[in-house]
C-alpha cells in the first residue's frame, strides 16, 4: 500500500526566501506525481505533473523534481511572495484511471 | 482542462439529515471521483464513479451512506446520508482529464464545506 509523507508539516519564511517542500513515497512504481496548492477551504490547483519517466518540470518559479528510486520529489518554489502562501500537496497516481494518494500536505506561510 | 463546479459550495444541516452534492464538468470524463477532507486532514477517496456502472468504494465508505449517481459523462452526484457531526467537511469531486500536457491530470472542483450540527 502506498504510503506518502510531507515534511515539514508547516513551514514559514520572509518574502524573497526559496520554499523548498518535500515529498516522500514508499513504493516506487508510480504512474506519475502531482504538486498542488490549496487554499483555506478551497479545492485543490493543480501546479505541476511529473511523470513517472520524466526526473523533473517547470513553471515560472516553480520547480518539481522526481526521483523514484529514493521515493522523493521535491517542489521548489523560487523567490516567495506572500501569495503562496498556502498548503501544498503531493498526490500519486500508481496507474492511468486509478485514485490520487495523498501526502498530509505542507501549510506554508511567507511573512512579508 | 476540464473545469468543474460544485453545487453547494457549502451548507449547514442537522444531524440526521441528507445533503446531494453535484458536480459537474464542461467535458466529457470518463471517471469521477469524490474525495473527503475533514478539519485539518488531507485527502481521502470516498469512491470512483463510472457511467453506466455502480460505484466502486473504498475501505471505510459504504453505497447506504454515501449513495452516487453517474448519470452521464459531465455530472454526478455524491449524497451525505444520515448525516453525524462527523461528517462535517470538505467534499471534493475530481476528473482525469488530458491537462496541458500530452497526459492524464487530475483536476479537482472548488469543494462543498459540510458542517453538521
Known amino acids: 500500500k502506498q504510503e506518502v509523507t510531507q515534511i515539514p508539516a508547516a513551514l514559514s519564511v520572509p518574502e524573497g526566501e526559496n520554499l523548498v517542500l518535500n515529498c516522500s513515497f514508499t513504493?516506487?512504481?508510480?504512474?506519475?506525481l502531482q504538486w498542488f496548492r490549496q487554499d483555506p477551504g478551497k479545492g485543490l490547483t493543480s501546479l505541476l505533473l511529473?511523470?513517472?519517466?520524466?526526473r523533473e518540470q517547470t513553471s515560472g518559479r516553480l520547480n518539481a523534481s522526481l526521483d523514484k528510486s529514493s521515493g522523493r520529489s521535491t517542489l521548489y518554489i523560487a523567490a516567495s511572495q506572500p501569495g503562496d502562501s498556502a498548503t501544498y500537496l503531493c498526490?500519486?497516481?500508481?496507474?492511468?484511471?486509478?485514485?490520487?494518494?495523498f501526502g498530509g500536505g505542507t501549510r506554508v506561510l511567507v511573512k512579508p | 482542462s476540464a473545469v468543474i463546479s460544485q453545487k453547494p459550495s457549502r451548507d449547514i444541516c442537522q444531524r440526521g439529515t441528507s445533503l446531494t452534492i453535484q458536480c459537474q464538468v464542461d467535458s466529457q470524463v470518463t471517471m469521477m471521483f469524490w474525495y473527503r477532507q475533514q478539519p485539518g486532514q488531507s485527502l481521502t477517496l470516498i469512491a470512483t464513479a463510472n457511467q453506466g456502472s455502480e460505484a466502486t468504494y473504498e475501505s471505510g465508505f459504504v453505497i447506504d451512506k454515501f449513495p452516487i449517481s453517474r448519470p452521464n459523462l459531465t455530472f454526478s452526484t455524491l449524497t451525505v446520508s444520515n448525516m453525524s457531526p462527523e461528517d462535517s467537511s470538505i467534499y471534493l469531486c475530481?476528473?482525469?482529464?488530458?491537462?496541458?500536457?500530452?497526459?492524464?491530470?487530475?483536476?479537482f472542483g472548488p469543494g462543498t464545506r459540510l458542517t453538521v450540527l
Open positions: 498526490g500519486i497516481k500508481e496507474a492511468a484511471g486509478n485514485k490520487l494518494t
Open positions: 511529473i511523470q513517472s519517466s520524466q
Open positions: 513504493d516506487s512504481a508510480i504512474y506519475n
Open positions: 475530481s476528473v482525469e482529464d488530458r491537462g496541458g500536457s500530452s497526459y492524464n491530470e487530475q483536476f
